[in-house]
C-alpha cells in the first residue's frame, strides 16, 4: 500500500500533538494541577494517529480509559479537552466526565470509558445504527489487551461479525493491564488469534510503527464501508508511562520501558521522512513548535476557564428535567 | 370500550410507533417467533427482519448495542426477556446508559427503551422471578416504569419510546394475559404520573405491578367491612408522582406500601422514607409496608406462597393502621 507523503506528514503532525498534549497533561498532574486520575498514552501515539488517520472525519470512534491520544487524532479542540482535565465547565464535558470519560461527539468520539471493555458493545451498535440509516460511515473500535479477557469482547465481535457490521475493532495490547501482565493474564500470547474464533482474520502490526497502523486500519475501513463487515487488528505497542501518573511500576522491568523508548514512533516517522526528503528537520521542528504553542493556547483556557457553579451538578441528567 | 390484554396492548404500542418512526427497531431474543409471552409474535413479519432483530443469548451485547443505536440516531426497543437477566448486563445499565448523557455534559441523547418481563409467574424460581426495580430506582440516569393495565402499559410504552432518555419499562409476567379496555383513540400517558385505581377515604395503599390488582382485591373485602382504601398506582417508579401519593395520604391520613419486591432496600422503603419526612403531620397511624420475604424466590408452590405478599397481608396492614 502506498501511502502519499503528505499523508505521512499528517501522520507525523497528529502524533506530535498527541505527544505534546500528554507531555503537557503529565506534568501538569505531577505539579498536583489536575484533580482525579489519568492515563497516557506516551509511546502509543502510533495507533491513535494511525488509526484516526484512516477514518471520515463523520465516522466515529469509541475510546477507553487511556483516551486522549485517540481525541486528539479524531479531531478534538484540545483547549476544551484541556479545560475537561482541570475540570472546568468549558471542558468538553463540562467538567463532568473528565479524563476517563471525555468525549467529543461532534467530532465522533462517542466516549472514553471507565470500565475496560464498556465500549466493544457500544461500538457493535453504532454499527448496527450505521448500517440502518445506510450512512456509509465506519465506526472503529479501540480497547486494550485487558479487555480480552472480559465477555462484552465476545459477545461484541460475535454480533458484528453475524451482522456483519462495519465496525474495525483495534487492540492496543501494551502487555499490561494496569499491573498485570498479558502474558501471565491472557491464554494466548496474541489477541488477534481470538479473532478466528469469530470468524474473523486477526491482523497483527507493529504498533510503534504508525504506517503500519495506518496501513492496516485504511484496509479494514475500506471494506467495512463497502459492507464488507467487521475487521480485527491488534497493533503491538509499549507503554511508556505507569498504568497511571504516579504509578511506581515496581511490577515493571525497566528494561521493558527502554526498549520502548528506543522505538518511538515519532522520531521513528521523522528520520524516514527526513531520509527521503519528504520533510525537512526544520519542517518537523516547526510541526514541534506549532504543537507546543496549540498546547500553550490548550493549558492557558484550560486554567482561565470558571469552574462549574456546584448546582450545575444536577443539570444534564436527562433530556428535560423532570 | 374494548378489550386488550396487555401483551396486545404492548404489541399495538410497539406497532403504532414502529409505524410512525422508522428510527424504531426491536432487538432481543427470541423476538421473532415471540416467546415466551407474545408481545413481539408477527412483527418480523409486518415490518421486516431488520427491525425485529433476533439476537444471540448476549445480554451485554443487547443492551450495549442499543446504546450505541441509541446516541446515533436510532431508537431501539430492547427486550430483557426475563428482567432477572439484566444482572448480565448491570455494567452496560448502570455505568454506561444511566450515565452516558450526564457524563459527556449533555452531549448525546438516549433514547432508548428496555423492556423488563419482571416479577413471579408459578413456579419460575430463583432465576424467573425476581422484581429489581429498586436498583434502577437507585440509578441516577434511569426511568423505571411500572404499568399494572393494559391501557397504562399502551399509553407508557409509547411515552417511553417517543422520548429522548433511557427507560427501563417493567413488565409483569402474571399480566400480560389479563384483560382491560384500552381507548382506540391513540393516548400517550406522560411519564411520572399517578393514577387513582379505586377511590377511598379511609385509607391509601400504594401499590405497583401486580400488587395493584391484589390490593385491588383486599380493598373489595375491606369494603365489605365498611373500610375504604383508597389504591394508588404510581405507574412509574422514577420519576415519581410523590404529589398524587401525598394529596391521598392528606386525605387519608394513612398508609399501606405494597410490593413483590423483597422487603429489605425495597423502592416502598423509599415511598416510606418520603412520607415520614416530607408529610409526617399527615399521618394518623405509623406507616406499613407489605412486601416479600428476604430469600430468593423458591420453587414449590407452598413456599413460593408464603415468600409473596398475599392479599390478606394487605387486608391484615390495613386493618392495623385504620385500628
Given at each position: 500500500m502506498s501511502i502519499s507523503a503528505e499523508k505521512q506528514r499528517e501522520l507525523l503532525r497528529s502524533m506530535i500533538r498527541i505527544r505534546a498534549f500528554e507531555e503537557r497533561v503529565r506534568d501538569l498532574f505531577a505539579a498536583g494541577r489536575l484533580p482525579g486520575f489519568v492515563h497516557l498514552s506516551i509511546g502509543q501515539e502510533g495507533v491513535a494517529a494511525g488509526a484516526s488517520s484512516a477514518l471520515r472525519s463523520d465516522d466515529y470512534v469509541l475510546s477507553t480509559h487511556r483516551g486522549h491520544g485517540h481525541m486528539v487524532a479524531k479531531g478534538a479542540d484540545t483547549a476544551r479537552m484541556m479545560a475537561e482535565l482541570f475540570a472546568k465547565r468549558t471542558g468538553s464535558c463540562k467538567g463532568k466526565g473528565g479524563s476517563m470519560h471525555i468525549a467529543d461527539a461532534s467530532v465522533g468520539v462517542l466516549g472514553a470509558n471507565g470500565v475496560v471493555a464498556g465500549g466493544l458493545s457500544i461500538a457493535a451498535g453504532v454499527g448496527l445504527s450505521i448500517k440502518q440509516r445506510r450512512s456509509g460511515q465506519v465506526c472503529l473500535c479501540f480497547f486494550g489487551d485487558g479487555a480480552a479477557n472480559r465477555g462484552p469482547f465476545h459477545e461484541a465481535l460475535n454480533l458484528a461479525v453475524i451482522w456483519k457490521l462495519p465496525v474495525v475493532f483495534v487492540c492496543?495490547?501494551?502487555?499490561?493491564a494496569s499491573s498485570t501482565a498479558h502474558r501471565y493474564a491472557c491464554a494466548v500470547p496474541d489477541v488477534a488469534v481470538r479473532a478466528a474464533g469469530y470468524g474473523l482474520r486477526g491482523v497483527i502490526v507493529n504498533g510503534m510503527d504508525t504506517l503500519e497502523v495506518y496501513g492496516a486500519v485504511r484496509e479494514a475501513v475500506e471494506r467495512a464501508r463497502a459492507g464488507g463487515g467487521p475487521a480485527f487488528i491488534e497493533a503491538k505497542v509499549v507503554r511508556w508511562q505507569g498504568h497511571y501518573e504516579g504509578d511506581p511500576q515496581g511490577y515493571r522491568d525497566r528494561a521493558e520501558i527502554a526498549d520502548g523508548k528506543s522505538r518511538d514512533p515519532i522520531e521513528r516517522l521523522g528520520t524516514k521522512l527526513a531520509g527521503e526528503g519528504a520533510c525537512g528537520t526544520e519542517q518537523i521542528a516547526e510541526m514541534h513548535r506549532a504543537a507546543q504553542e496549540e498546547m500553550d493556547r490548550a493549558v492557558a483556557f484550560g486554567e482561565s476557564s470558571p469552574l462549574p457553579a456546584p448546582e450545575e451538578a444536577l443539570e444534564d441528567l436527562f433530556a428535560a428535567q423532570q | 370500550m374494548r378489550k386488550l390484554t396487555m401483551a396486545e396492548a404492548l404489541r399495538e404500542a410497539l406497532i403504532e410507533e414502529m409505524t410512525r418512526d422508522p428510527r424504531v427497531f426491536l432487538i432481543g431474543e427470541d423476538l421473532r417467533a415471540g416467546v415466551p409471552f407474545g408481545v413481539t409474535k408477527g412483527l418480523a413479519e409486518l415490518f421486516g427482519e431488520d427491525r425485529v432483530l433476533d439476537t444471540p443469548i448476549s445480554e451485554a451485547a443487547i443492551i450495549g448495542a442499543s446504546l450505541g443505536a441509541a446516541i446515533t440516531g436510532m431508537r431501539p426497543v430492547a427486550d430483557m426477556h426475563f428482567a432477572d437477566f439484566v444482572t448480565c448486563a448491570m455494567d452496560e445499565v448502570v455505568n454506561q446508559i444511566a450515565k452516558v448523557r450526564y457524563m459527556f455534559g449533555g452531549q448525546v441523547d438516549v433514547p432508548l427503551t428496555l423492556r423488563m418481563p419482571t416479577g413471579s409467574v408459578k413456579g419460575a424460581a430463583a432465576h424467573h422471578s425476581q422484581s429489581l426495580e429498586a436498583w434502577f430506582v437507585h440509578t441516577p440516569g434511569l426511568h423505571v416504569v411500572f404499568p399494572s393495565t393494559p391501557a397504562d402499559a399502551k399509553g407508557l410504552l409509547k411515552t417511553s419510546i417517543r422520548g429522548l432518555d433511557p427507560v427501563l419499562f417493567f413488565e409483569h409476567k402474571r399480566l400480560y394475559k389479563m384483560s382491560g379496555e384500552v381507548p382506540e383513540e391513540e393516548v400517550l400517558i406522560p411519564l411520572g404520573q399517578a393514577d387513582v385505581k379505586r377511590p377511598g377515604s379511609d385509607v391509601t395503599v400504594i401499590a405497583t405491578g401486580w400488587m395493584v390488582h391484589q390490593a385491588l382485591d383486599a380493598a373489595d373485602r375491606l369494603s365489605q367491612d365498611g373500610i375504604e382504601a383508597e389504591v394508588v398506582d404510581p405507574r412509574c417508579l422514577a420519576p415519581f408522582d410523590k404529589a398524587a401519593l401525598f394529596a391521598s395520604v392528606r386525605k387519608t391520613t394513612r398508609v399501606v406500601i405494597v410490593e413483590e419486591a423483597a422487603r429489605t432496600g425495597a423502592f416502598g422503603a423509599q415511598v416510606a422514607a418520603w412520607i415520614v419526612e416530607e408529610i409526617f403531620d399527615a399521618l394518623d397511624a405509623p406507616v406499613r409496608r407489605v412486601a416479600a420475604r428476604d430469600v430468593p424466590m423458591p420453587f414449590s408452590p407452598p413456599l413460593e406462597e408464603y415468600v409473596l405478599p398475599q392479599v390478606r397481608d394487605i387486608v391484615d396492614a390495613v386493618r392495623q393502621v385504620v385500628g
Open positions: 492496543e495490547n501494551n502487555g499490561w | -
